[in-house]
């Protein structure tokens, strides 16, 4: 495999269920300066290594593509989310494209995923990064255990977690989901990343529900009857999934 090939190391597997170990699939040629994409289906979670000593961990219904070249390590993340280990390299700054947003980073750990909405989520785990809209002269820095959404043309902003938080919102990585502090809807968003098992609501009123918990990504229709039990609902079963709706007075 050439320099700037892709190299599997792992799956993922946890939370009551491994998760689902489907083909990964490479796009593009080997080669120094080449690009390179790798995308992970729903259920999969993949951890590939990449040139210089860096990995990358791709959540489900993830595309990215790389382009290493002598100035810079790049990564576009077209779609999902990613974490990234990148190994110190002053030469090389490595660099994370997702549509007008770039994060730099030299020597980190960090995630960014892309919302539905356009949205583009960071998170330090470690070291430092800087965020920053393609074209833009000026970036923020997130140092670890921050995090900023970067919404529009909205100002960037750095926010402090807790060491609880940079863990819940890698939960992923163990076939975890975190939900707390969650709607129902939020909730059953999440799932629909993983499996084709769709809840839904019997009023938009159920779906604003708040719900708690930590729950395997392939158990979406345990979550649904968990929920239903805690809420005081009942778990309507059909073929595609299940609907939450109020229980009989």
């Given at each position: 495999m050439g320099p700037a090939g892709w190299r599997r190391r792992q799956g993922v597997a946890g939370g009551g269920g491994a998760v689902a170990a489907s083909?990964?699939?490479?796009?593009?040629?080997?080669?120094?300066?080449?690009?390179?994409?790798?995308?992970?289906?729903?259920?999969?979670?993949?951890r590939v290594s990449v040139p210089g000593g860096s990995a990358v961990t791709l959540n489900a219904d993830t595309a990215v593509r790389q382009a290493f070249?002598?100035?810079?390590?790049?990564i576009d993340l077209l779609r999902g989310e990613a974490l990234f280990d990148v190994a110190h390299d002053p030469?090389?700054?490595?660099?994370?494209?997702?549509?007008?947003?770039?994060?730099?980073?030299?020597?980190?750990?960090f995630t960014v995923r892309r919302h539905e909405n356009g949205d583009v989520e960071v998170v330090v785990r470690e070291g430092l990064v800087d965020v920053r809209r393609v074209g833009s002269a000026h970036g923020v820095q997130l140092a670890a255990?921050?995090?900023?959404?970067?919404?529009?043309?909205?100002?960037?902003?750095?926010?402090?977690?807790?060491?609880?938080?940079v863990d819940k919102?890698?939960?992923?990585?163990?076939?975890?989901?975190?939900?707390?502090?969650?709607t129902l809807a939020e909730a059953a968003a999440e799932?629909?990343?993983?499996?084709?098992?769709?809840?839904?609501?019997?009023?938009?009123?159920?779906?604003?529900l708040e719900v708690s918990g930590v729950y395997s990504i392939s158990d979406p229709e345990g979550f649904a009857q968990?929920?239903?039990?805690?809420?005081?609902?009942?778990?309507?079963?059909?073929?595609?999934?299940?609907?939450l709706a109020a229980a009989a007075s």
């Amino acid at each position: 495999m050439g320099p700037a090939g892709w190299r599997r190391r792992q799956g993922v597997a946890g939370g009551g269920g491994a998760v689902a170990a489907s083909r990964v699939a490479a796009v593009g040629v080997n080669g120094g300066g080449r690009r390179n994409g790798i995308v992970t289906p729903k259920g999969d979670v993949r951890r590939v290594s990449v040139p210089g000593g860096s990995a990358v961990t791709l959540n489900a219904d993830t595309a990215v593509r790389q382009a290493f070249v002598a100035e810079e390590r790049r990564i576009d993340l077209l779609r999902g989310e990613a974490l990234f280990d990148v190994a110190h390299d002053p030469t090389r700054p490595f660099r994370v494209f997702a549509d007008d947003v770039r994060i730099e980073a030299i020597g980190t750990s960090f995630t960014v995923r892309r919302h539905e909405n356009g949205d583009v989520e960071v998170v330090v785990r470690e070291g430092l990064v800087d965020v920053r809209r393609v074209g833009s002269a000026h970036g923020v820095q997130l140092a670890a255990a921050t995090t900023s959404r970067v919404s529009g043309e909205a100002p960037i902003r750095p926010q402090a977690l807790t060491p609880d938080a940079v863990d819940k919102s890698l939960a992923w990585r163990e076939g975890r989901l975190d939900l707390t502090g969650l709607t129902l809807a939020e909730a059953a968003a999440e799932f629909a990343r993983y499996s084709d098992y769709r809840i839904a609501f019997e009023t938009m009123d159920i779906g604003r529900l708040e719900v708690s918990g930590v729950y395997s990504i392939s158990d979406p229709e345990g979550f649904a009857q968990a929920a239903a039990l805690s809420l005081g609902l009942v778990a309507l079963q059909g073929p595609d999934g299940a609907t939450l709706a109020a229980a009989a007075s």
